[in-house]
């Protein structure tokens, strides 16, 4: 079945710097790719998600990038901000299907 | 809109004691998703249900039981309980369209088998 690998696990930057989390899947049919952002006590919410038939999206500060040769995708932060510390998930599609499989998370602290 | 609802918010149970999560959602969704979340575990999926009607096992459905009643509500089953159940269990649903594959994830409910 579907894996998904995240990276790293936990990352401390220092505000206004860009932080990127990887992550790696292995079934090639998956084609969709999201990322949440889960702050404490909260539900995840999706930042922003990016399909198999493009390669590269943004917003505002966000961007995600996508190589689906490498079955890899990542999540560009840039200038971040205290408010941007939460953990987040990367997921991949279960196949071309409606279920997905979220990465382990990785906890972002991001110091002023 | 309340959007994904769960109840109960908490609940503790003692080994064997069974009980079931309710989620139910107001907005039209077609698909409807449990996850449980552990520390340092993510969120893993343990039954989804694409349309009303179907059912369909995750990551981890050993030990749960999932009823789609209608196109609003989907339940999670614990027959009898164990500590290794101890979680964070969100429930999620999504659109319809294919323009767009965001899910909306419930409050969550807390789960401490004792």
């Known amino acids: 079945g579907e894996n998904v690998e995240q990276h790293p696990s936990t990352l401390s930057v220092q505000e206004g710097d860009s932080a990127v989390i990887k992550c790696t899947y292995s079934?090639?049919?998956?084609?969709?790719f999201p990322w949440y952002k889960q702050e404490l006590g909260k539900r995840p919410q999706l930042i922003i998600d990016i399909r198999s038939n493009v390669g590269e999206k943004k917003d505002q500060r966000i961007a995600v990038t996508l190589n689906k040769t490498a079955k890899h995708f990542s999540l560009h932060i840039t200038e971040t901000q205290p408010e941007d510390s939460a953990v987040y998930f990367c997921?991949?599609?279960?196949?071309?299907?409606?279920?997905?499989?979220f990465g382990k998370g990785t906890t972002l602290s991001v110091s002023s | 809109n309340a959007g994904v609802t769960q109840t109960p918010k908490f609940q503790v149970l003692k080994t064997g004691q069974s009980m079931t999560l309710q989620c139910a959602q107001d907005m039209n969704h077609n698909s409807m998703y449990w996850y449980r979340q552990d520390p340092g575990m993510g969120l893993r999926l343990i039954y989804y249900s694409a349309s009303e009607g179907t059912t369909d096992k995750g990551e981890v459905p050993n030990g749960y039981n999932v009823s789609r009643l209608n196109k609003r509500e989907f339940s999670l089953r614990l027959e009898s309980a164990a500590p290794s159940q101890t979680s964070v269990y969100f429930c999620?649903?999504?659109?319809?369209?294919?323009?767009?594959?965001?899910?909306?994830f419930g409050p969550g409910t807390r789960l401490t088998v004792t």
């Open positions: 999620a649903s999504r659109k319809p369209d294919t323009v767009t594959y965001e899910q909306y």
């Open positions: 079934d090639s049919a998956s084609n969709y």
């Open positions: 997921a991949a599609s279960i196949g071309a299907g409606t279920a997905l499989i």
